[in-house]
């Protein structure tokens, strides 16, 4: 893993993924490290033929989610410290760790210890999961 940067960031993208930056692991349900590295980005839409990793399937899908959110969260004062993106099988992304996320507009969104992201695509509430991909089936 290279230098990361200071702070750990999430940044949502418009019709995009999450990019994720900083000190990151994405670790499977059952433990095992998929990647280790200093950026990420992260399928928000659904149709990566490479779960959780974007493979840029948005664009072949038309995702439209411009990466705005109606309803941030609470903010927080964030430290340093490694950022964890747990993959929760057939679910969301639960980040853990110190996070900042940003909107595709620059809006700090949420910034905390822990959050959990939509990656079926359909979560009313993008780019946080409302438990939608439980009513559509979602396999991730």
């Not at 903010?75 to 410290?81: E, F, L, R, W, Y």
């Not at 910034?111 to 396999?139: M, N, Y």
């Amino acid at each position: 893993m290279s230098d990361s940067p200071a702070a750990n960031r999430a940044d949502i993208t418009s019709r995009g993924p999450v990019v994720v930056a900083g000190t990151v692991r994405v670790q499977a349900a059952d433990g095992r490290i998929l990647r280790e590295d200093v950026e990420v980005a992260l399928c928000r839409c659904g149709q990566s033929k490479n779960k959780p990793f974007c493979d840029g399937s948005h664009n072949d899908a038309a995702f439209a989610d411009p990466g705005v959110c109606a309803q941030p969260q609470p903010v927080a004062p964030i430290g340093p410290g490694a950022l964890t993106v747990n993959v929760i099988t057939k679910g969301p992304l639960m980040l853990a760790g110190p996070l900042e996320l940003k909107a595709a507009d620059g809006t700090v969104i949420y910034s905390g210890e822990k959050v959990w992201l939509c990656r079926c695509g359909s979560s009313q509430t993008k780019p946080f999961c409302d438990g939608t991909h439980k009513k559509i089936g979602f396999a991730g």
